[in-house]
């Protein structure tokens, strides 16, 4: 009997986590009896899933035993773990033979491994809820919303699983739902399949942003990363049923909104930086125009959010909060990679980095849509003659490039040729794509406008040789 004085904590130990024993049995004895139940089971339950450690190693051996192409039953089973040395474990042989003998109805199969499969969900959920208290009485050094958006992705990942279900599709069922794919993009009368990124040449090779990618803008310093991130931006906050969101951990919120001014309403930037400048500040015209974009994009369902302190917690808990004032996001940026916090503590800046990038990827796919974010690459470029990125130029992880489903690096020559024959011209190299074609894209760069432009007719990248670069000719197809 515990005392009415006993530790309240020491009464929670005492507990019994949710389970049911009856149901683990029925599921085991139902694939017993006939084998062909496991498909049905397979779909719903993992071997994690089982509470009791004799049905969680029976389980297991059924599923290999099966796996190898032989049945699972009162013979074969306890032969199987006695010689993988498992007998013991899975209680013996009078327990499986009391399996096998038990009476299992296969019409209540579904409704037995959905129960199991609840209560473990039930047992993690009490997992993930003390690990949350452990964070809490633990917090030295950590911040509360870093702690609070951990906790809620704990649980959604809870919740996540518990909802998710295995889906087998024959080819025929693949093949319908392929071919309905493509008559409602015929629908659309749209060219790409993701949203524009502005720049027409850079959607065909694209096929646009698409829901659930991660799209890497990756270049050196002064390359215009930032610039071309907010054209794309802009482009989607503009679009009916645009709802862009954006995380910015280098620049203040007020310095994006120049950017989008700037492209916006052909703007000098000086102008809206230095609007008292004798020559080259605001005049009534421009301050006209000023107010007429700013009129624009009041209208428009997107939020900046400028915080150097960013976690990918934090990240899905604004995204959630931005969701419900607006409905879901149809574009993320951040920027950029480097900048994001990692939530795991280690000494090793590689590991963290490949846990922001997983982040990531994560972030996309939960959200279904495209995610946009800024990279900084390696100084080794610098050391180079040919200073064009390439994939391993991605600063400080493989993980970057194995995340990312596109990959876009930015290179004008005149930023370090500053009398090149392309002085004002971009190359947008892809060189990641997957369900799009890699290669060159040109494009204009109007600096003083904030923007990435297409290129006028007729116009070409010189390129290092001397010859004009195509960009529109050839298309490799990516992976």
């Known amino acids: 009997m515990i005392s009415n004085n006993a530790n309240p904590h020491n009464v929670e130990q005492l507990r019994v986590p949710p389970h049911s024993l009856a149901a683990e049995e029925s599921v085991l004895a139902a694939i017993m009896v006939k084998n062909e139940n496991l498909d049905v089971v397979a779909s719903i339950l993992s071997e994690n899933d089982f509470y009791s450690r004799a049905n969680r190693t029976i389980y297991g051996a059924i599923c290999e035993i099966m796996g190898n192409a032989q049945v699972a039953d009162i013979a074969t089973i306890p032969d199987y773990l ?17 399996l096998a003998r038990s009476v299992a109805s296969a019409a209540g199969l579904t409704t037995y491994a959905q129960t199991v499969r609840q209560r473990a969900m039930l047992r ?4 993930a809820a003390n690990d949350i208290q452990e964070q809490c009485y633990n917090s030295t050094g950590h911040d509360a919303i870093e702690i609070l958006g951990s906790a809620e992705s704990r649980i959604g990942e ?30 659309s009368g749209k060219e790409i399949a993701g949203i524009s990124t502005g720049l027409p040449d850079l959607d065909a090779r694209l096929n646009g942003l698409e829901a659930a990618d991660m799209i890497v803008v990756a270049a050196r310093p002064s390359m215009g990363k930032t610039t071309l991130a907010m054209n794309m931006v802009t482009t989607e906050a503009l679009r009916d049923g645009g709802r862009p969101i954006v995380f910015s951990m ?9 950017k989008m001014l700037s492209s916006l309403g052909q703007i000098p930037i000086s ?17 006209s125009k000023t107010s007429g974009v700013m009129a624009k994009l ?50 090793n800046r590689t590991n963290e980095i490949s846990e922001i990038s997983r982040g990531i990827k994560a972030l996309a796919k939960e959200f279904n849509c495209p995610f946009v974010v800024l990279s900084q690459l390696s100084r080794n470029v610098e050391s180079r003659n040919n200073k064009r990125p390439v994939n391993s130029d991605l600063r400080e992880s493989g993980q970057i490039e194995q995340d990312a489903d596109k990959i876009i690096f930015i290179y004008r ?67």
């Not at 993690?124 to 997992?127: K, L, S, T, V």
């Open 82 to 98: 006695r010689a993988k040395g498992k007998l013991e474990d899975a209680g013996g042989d009078t327990y499986i033979y009391g």
């Open 124 to 127: 993690e959920a009490i997992a």
């Open 158 to 187: 809870v919740s996540e699983r518990l909802l998710t279900k295995v889906q087998d599709y024959s080819i025929d069922e693949a093949m319908r739902a392929t071919v309905t794919e493509i008559e409602q993009r015929l629908k």
């Open 250 to 258: 280098e620049m203040p919120k007020q310095q994006l909104m120049y």
């Open 271 to 287: 102008a809206l930086q230095q609007p008292n400048k004798e020559t080259g500040g605001m005049n009534d015209i421009l301050w």
């Open 298 to 347: 009041r209208q428009k369902n997107m939020e900046i959010i400028d915080d150097a302190y960013m976690t990918i917690p934090r990240m899905r808990l604004e995204i959630r909060r931005f969701k419900k004032r607006f409905g879901n996001p149809t574009l993320i940026m951040a920027d950029y990679l480097q900048l994001i916090r990692g939530t795991t503590k280690t000494d």
């Open 413 to 479: 020559d005149d930023v370090y040729n500053p009398n090149s024959s392309d002085r004002g011209l971009a190359e947008l190299n892809v060189t990641k794509c997957r369900m799009g074609q890699i290669g060159m894209v040109g494009s204009a760069f109007r600096g003083e406008f904030s923007q990435f432009c297409p290129l006028a007719h007729g116009q070409q990248i010189v390129g290092e040789e001397g010859k004009p670069k195509a960009y529109s000719d050839k298309f490799e197809v990516g992976e």
